[in-house]
């Protein structure tokens, strides 16, 4: 390339000075002649030992990123080439799907089943409300029994006191009677009785 540009650069001058003679060579032009080149080297010489350096043993250093996924697996696909260029969230590669919808499908599975065991848990919480339910119904109706029982118990108490009272009345009635009967007091008494019941006799 260096050297395009100084034959380029010298062909116009052997033109004008040397071929056709257009103008005279003197030591102004000379001068003038030589300033570019010399100044056009030196800024190659700095530009580029310090910006592009050569040399035979060069080495060149790029950072390197390490990309690693969130979950392992076996890559399936890759999306890129080397030296490419991407973008921010753009896919890299693809990575077997297989053992983590096996995963996914293996939940649902697990959780249709536990949803099953929570509705017959329900179930069973229910159909045991209902019985402690018919329980406590049940013994509403025991405990009015009881208390009707406890009622007709107390009025037959009372009655058999009463009964109790009427059978000692009627054990001194018959106690009289009996001694009554043994001095002969009843049989006149009763003949006495009958007299003033019977009719009068009608005379014929």
């Not at 002649?33 to 010399?38: D, G, Q």
């Not at 530009?47 to 592009?52: K, S, V």
């Not at 350096?53 to 950072?63: L, R």
């Not at 077997?96 to 179930?123: C, S, W």
Request: glycine share 6%.
């Amino acid at each position: 390339m260096l050297v395009i540009l100084l034959l380029l650069y010298c062909l116009p001058i052997y033109l004008i000075f040397f071929k056709f003679r257009l103008l005279r060579l003197t030591t102004v032009w000379k001068v003038g002649l030589c300033v570019p080149p010399v100044a056009a080297g030196l800024f190659l010489w700095v530009a580029l030992g310090r910006y592009t350096p050569f040399a035979q043993n060069a080495y060149i250093q790029a950072p390197v990123i390490q990309i690693t996924p969130e979950v392992g697996g076996t890559v399936t696909e890759v999306f890129v080439r080397d030296n490419q260029y991407i973008e921010q969230g753009s896919p890299l590669f693809q990575i077997d799907r297989r053992p983590y919808q096996f995963k996914v499908d293996h939940a649902k599975a697990k959780l249709i089943e536990t949803q099953e065991n929570v509705l017959g848990l329900l179930a069973s919480v229910y159909a045991a409300d209902e019985g402690i339910n018919r329980a406590e119904a049940s013994l509403a109706i025991a405990e009015q029994g009881l208390v009707a029982a406890k009622d007709d118990t107390r009025a037959a108490q009372e009655t058999a006191v009463e009964v109790s009272k009427q059978l000692e009345v009627a054990e001194k009635e018959l106690a009289r009677l009996s001694s009554l009967v043994g001095t002969g007091l009843l049989h006149a008494r009763s003949t006495r009785l009958a007299s003033a019941t019977s009719p009068p006799s009608v005379p014929g």
